[in-house]
């Protein structure tokens, strides 16, 4: 078999909204620096802007409302049937804004990443560059991680650091902060594909040496 024969990781990213990151990972295979093939984006929100994204780059979509379903484990249930019936090998969240059970996580476990706002372990949650300005943070950013049950606590893979700017509103530096997701979120879904990514012990492992516990640091060269 050549390499050519070698089949691109099969990947669902599930979104909530803009689909910025989506558009992202979109580029990255668009300019053939991304060995993936995205084959179904799923979005509990409808009629948000990252479906009409994937619909424009050809990529099946499907809504699944949570509002629809009388509890979080019988929306997770649903998700998860729907998500394997696309076969992946790696689950995306892109902004996906609905905590996910412990059997969906245990499911997904080592196979599943998340973009957070934030250097975890700082701010897990909502609402992160708010609260990095009111805290007097100096620096801000962003974590890709592995998704565990442990809400914004699974390992970190990659980190970039951007400053925090005397005038700085949170709308500024979420904007500065979303610059960097973009390059750092195409990083680790890549590094996944390429087979050089595992969640090993509740750790990442990169290229077979365990990361420190922020992941691998990325020091963006933009204000
Ligand atoms: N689920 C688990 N188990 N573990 C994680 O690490 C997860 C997760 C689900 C989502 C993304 C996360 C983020 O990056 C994420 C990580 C939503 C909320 C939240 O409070 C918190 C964290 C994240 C995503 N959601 C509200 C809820 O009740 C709804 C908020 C809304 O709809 O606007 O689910 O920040
Ligand atoms: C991103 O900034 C992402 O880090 C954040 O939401 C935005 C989604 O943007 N994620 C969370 O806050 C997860 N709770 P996008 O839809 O344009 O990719």
Not at 138 to 167: C, K, M, R, W, Y
Request: net charge negative; proline share 5%.
């Amino acid at each position: 078999m050549s390499s050519s024969d070698v089949k691109n990781l099969r990947v669902v990213v599930l979104i909530s909204g803009s689909g910025s990151n989506l558009q992202a990972l979109i580029d990255g295979v668009t300019h053939g620096d991304l060995p993936i093939e995205i084959a179904a984006v799923i979005s509990n929100r409808p009629d948000v802007f990252g479906l009409t994204r994937a619909t424009e780059a050809g990529i099946p979509t499907l809504v699944l409302d949570h509002k629809g379903f009388a509890s979080r484990e019988a929306f997770d249930q649903e998700l998860m049937r729907r998500i394997d019936a696309y076969n992946p090998g790696l689950v995306v969240l892109a902004g996906f804004m609905r905590i996910l059970t412990p059997e969906f996580t245990q499911h997904y476990q080592g196979r599943m990443l998340n973009i957070h706002p934030s250097l975890l372990p700082k701010f897990q949650g909502l609402h992160t560059h708010q609260r990095a300005i009111d805290a007097g943070e100096s620096t801000h950013g962003v974590t890709v991680h592995f998704v565990t049950a442990e809400l914004d606590g699974g390992p970190a893979i990659v980190q970039a650091v951007v400053p925090v700017l005397a005038n700085d509103d949170a709308t500024v530096l979420a904007k500065r902060v979303q610059r960097q997701e973009h390059v750092i979120y195409p990083l680790a879904v890549k590094w996944f594909a390429q087979g050089k990514l595992r969640m090993v012990d509740n750790k990442t492992e990169l290229n077979g040496e365990l990361l420190p516990a922020c992941g691998y640091q990325i020091e963006a060269n933009e204000p």
